[in-house]
């Protein structure tokens, strides 16, 4: 049975700490949905009522563009080991970029990773959990060292380079503001 929260509660934030796997999900009032997976060190939970993420350079930046325009943002977490459950987080999201003022601050709160191209500042407007009785159970091996590397390997102009010619546009040609404003 669902059971609703106005606020992460200490045993969803013990439980969210465990996890080496979540999902985003966003969309504007006429984009396609994005749900994306996100790992490594990249997730802090600052209070109840507010989450930071850092997103890495990939392939499409379409969280960016999405709450540029619609901050409406879920998390999901789901247990693949233990007691079966799934949690989301929703709340309204703001983007902070390298260029914004902020991006010092929070940027400390997480690991130097190569490739950071935003943080995420979510404030949590509900939380629900559910039985993740149909999620499988999965044991997980360690994180994939091939993003560190792959931008480790570009260095800083190839970061930018990579953002300028892949990620300043979504999929349905949405801006995503990467690039300071000229």
Known sequence: MAKQYPQLEAQHIDFIQQQPLFFIGTATADSRVNVSPKGLDSL????????????????????????????RMTLMFCAFTGNPVILRVYGQASVVHPYDEAWSELRANFPPY????????????????????GVPFLEPAGDRPTLNTWAEAKGTAGIEAYWRSKNQLTIDGIPTHILPPA
């Open 114 to 133: 190569p490739g950071a191209r935003q943080i995420f500042d979510l404030v949590v407007e509900l939380v629900q959990t559910s039985c993740g009785f």
């Open 44 to 71: 802090r939970i600052i209070s109840p009522e507010r989450i930071l993420w850092l997103n890495l350079t990939g392939s499409g930046n379409e969280s960016a563009a999405h709450v540029a325009l619609n901050s």
